[in-house]
Every structure is written in C-alpha cells, then in structure tokens.
C-alpha cells in the first residue's frame, strides 16, 4: 500500500508539478530549466514527462485489475 501511495504522488507531481523537486519530479535536472529557453524544446519534454505519468497510471490499472495480483 505504500509503495502504491509513493507512486501515486510521483504521478501527481509529474502532472501537475513537473518543475517541483519532490516526489521524483524533473526540477532537480538542471536541463528541465534548459527547456525553457527553447518553447519546442520545452513543449517536447513536457509531453515526456506526461508520457511517464500517463504510463505509471496504465500499469496502476493493469496490477490492479489482474487476478494474479494481491
């Protein structure tokens, strides 16, 4: 249950924080703050960064809908 609480807010921070520097978020990588300078540059790593949290919320379903799991 913990770990699902933990990944649970990586996926909020990366949706709604991205630039945050808790809960796993990108704004420790200096390169985050690189982005910025370039809008393409930028437009394309946020969609990384939806794309990872979107990802984690496909495989929370995934466990959490297969007989093998709990």
Known sequence: IGFLILE???V???YFFPG???ANSVGIFRAW???KRDPDIHNFVKY???WV???KLIF???AD???LCC
């Open 20 to 22: 945050s520097k808790y």
């Open 60 to 62: 929370y379903h995934v």
């Open 48 to 50: 990384l960064v939806n």
């Open 12 to 14: 909020v921070a990366l």
């Open 8 to 10: 649970a807010t990586n």
């Open 33 to 35: 703050e690189k982005s």
């Open 65 to 67: 809908c297969h007989p």
């Open 53 to 55: 949290a979107g990802t």
